[in-house]
């Protein structure tokens, strides 16, 4: 079964990679952050999906932030969120 909490048909396409990548590398989990835009479009696109696939039945989750700041730590700010995301799921 498919679970998907917050998520637009948008999100879609980083469920089937989160899947993908999740099968590829074996894993128990992959995390997938997007979209990740270049440098210069940070400043315009603020919501972004983090979604993340778990072997255990197959569940796949999308969540969807907004979130602003500098563009220079947007990205580490992207990642960080996806975790907490992850770890607050799993807890």
């Known amino acids: 079964s498919i679970e998907q909490a917050d998520a637009s048909s948008a999100a879609e396409p980083w469920s ?8 590829y590398f074996d894993t ?14 940070m400043e315009s696109i603020r919501t972004f999906s983090v ?4 072997a ?3 569940q796949v989750t999308t969540k969807q932030r907004d979130m602003g700041g500098h563009p220079d730590v947007l990205p580490a700010r992207i990642a960080k969120t996806g975790l907490d995301l992850v770890r ?4």
Not at 28 to 38: C, Q, R, T, W
Request: aromatic content about 6%; overall charge negative.
């Open 51 to 54: 979604t993340w696939a778990i």
């Open 16 to 23: 089937q990679i989160a899947t993908s990548a999740r099968e």
């Open 56 to 58: 255990h039945g197959e």
């Open 28 to 41: 128990d989990l992959a995390l997938v952050v997007g979209p990740y835009p270049s440098t210069a479009e």
């Open 88 to 91: 607050k799921h799993l807890g």
